[in-house]
Nanobody
Framework: QVLLVESGGGLVQAGGSLRLSCAAS????????MGWFRQAPGKEREFVSAIRRSDGITYYADSVKGRFTISRDNAKNTVYLQMNSLKPEDTAVYYC????????????????WGQGTQVTVSS
């Protein structure tokens, strides 16, 4: 079992920045590939970014590429999402997720989920 707790969400103006954190506990953090997803009201949960456990290779949705950066600190059992140049369309609940498998982009690829943190970007 892996427990994930997100933090760092909030209200920010367009063009601003936020850094989300996801603290993991339970099993060995470095064994898991980690991802961030988001869900806006009335929409399906969508992939944002992922980072591999073995080599730190990262993946991004086209909508956030160049603006968001995912990173992990295995010593602190934490994954981060640095979000810059935020836009109103980035407004959503952001979820951290962990997977022992090899997929990145689908919600079904992930075994464990956090409770989410709200990000609101005002125009």
């Amino acid at each position: 079992q892996v427990l994930l707790v997100e933090s760092g969400g909030g209200l920010v103006q367009a063009g601003g920045s936020l850094r989300l954190s996801c603290a993991a506990s339970g099993r060995t953090f470095s064994d898991y590939n980690m991802g961030w997803f988001r869900q806006a009201p009335g929409k399906e949960r969508e992939f944002v970014s992922a980072i591999r456990r073995s080599d730190g290779i990262t993946y991004y949705a086209d909508s956030v590429k160049g603006r968001f950066t995912i990173s992990r600190d295995n010593a602190k059992n934490t994954v981060y999402l640095q979000m810059n140049s935020l836009k109103p369309e980035d407004t959503a609940v952001y979820y951290c997720a962990a997977t022992y498998g090899g997929g990145w982009y689908r919600t079904n690829d992930y075994n464990y989920w956090g409770q989410g943190t709200q990000v609101t970007v005002s125009s």
